[in-house]
């Protein structure tokens, strides 16, 4: 059933969410960690100086390594990247990312929704120049991590709203930019309690990032097609841009099981012929 499989991976986002941010007395200190585990990275998005944050996160990673590519290229995150991506593709953005969780319990506050369109799908290509110019294009031209300092919600959220009510040293040394990210903050707050997952469709660069693995992940939606009628309710049923099951918009998330009148959706291991291994019955 339905609501069963929905809670089960509802567990699994709460308790990444969790695992991502053991730090727990961080909160009360407004401190960071910094231990060894800061070396490593989550495969979602999750803020470097959240003060419960254990690892760091990929993006911010990412960038930070880029600025200073002309002195090391950054094997090891982008070897981290790229393990991620071809093991689980947007099964991250479905499963493992704590600021997806946030803005799904977002959309469940009661009001009128914005339905996806053409509009929408046009849209979810703004995160590929997210990509390219913020976290990529400015790390290496100006050496500034261009998403992060400007953009990243998240980060503003797990960061820049927990360190300051405790520090008065940072209290003192906002300004004008840190504005900005309040309100990019509270804009995406908005728009995620009227359209679905908002920032992972048109603007996160990790799922961006991680959709370009959509054909080679090892883990995802699975199309029987001698079962498929090809009635596409499954698109329909589904709040993402996906034209089919599976492409680079797809997080991977199952809700579109209920939408299938032949059973052919599944999730598992995917074989490198289309078909799968160690499917789920979870129907």
């Known amino acids: 059933m ?68 002309k002195y090391k290229f950054p094997y090891y995150i982008l070897g981290l990247l790229l393990l991620f991506g071809v093991i689980l593709g947007r099964v991250v953005c479905g499963f493992l990312c704590p600021f997806g ?3 799904e319990i ?9 339905k996806k ?11 590929y120049v997210i990509l390219i110019v913020f976290v990529v294009g400015i790390p290496l031209v100006f050496a500034v991590p261009g998403f992060c300092k400007y953009i990243c919600p998240a980060g503003t959220l797990e960061a820049g709203v927990f360190l300051p009510v405790k520090n008065e040293q940072l209290r003192n040394l906002l ?17 995620a309690v009227f359209i679905f997952r908002s920032f992972c469709r048109f603007l996160c660069p990790l799922g961006a990032f991680y959709s370009l693995f959509h054909k080679t992940a090892l883990f995802g939606m699975i199309v029987e097609e001698d079962k498929c009628c090809g009635c596409k309710k499954c698109v329909r049923f589904c709040r993402m841009d996906v034209k089919k099951v599976g492409d680079r918009e797809c ?14 959706l599944s999730f598992g291991r995917i074989t490198s012929s289309g078909g799968s291994l160690d499917k789920s019955d979870d129907r």
């Open 117 to 127: 369109g053409r509009w929408s799908r046009k849209l979810s290509l703004l995160k």
């Open 2 to 69: 339905m609501w069963i499989r929905e809670r089960k991976r509802r567990l699994i986002q709460l308790i990444c969410a969790l695992l991502y941010n053991l730090n727990i007395t961080g909160f009360f200190s407004a401190t960071i960690y910094q231990g060894k585990w800061k070396m490593t990275c989550v495969p979602g998005l999750n803020c470097y100086s959240c003060p419960g944050a254990i690892a760091s996160c990929p993006i911010g990673s990412l960038q930070s390594a880029l600025v200073s590519a």
């Open 175 to 191: 300004g004008v930019l840190f504005s900005w990210k309040i309100i990019v903050l509270l804009a995406f707050v908005v728009a």
């Open 101 to 103: 969780l946030l803005q």
């Open 106 to 114: 977002l959309y469940k506050i009661p009001t009128k929704k914005v």
């Open 251 to 264: 997080v991977q998330c199952g809700q579109c099981l209920e939408g299938c009148p032949q059973n052919a």
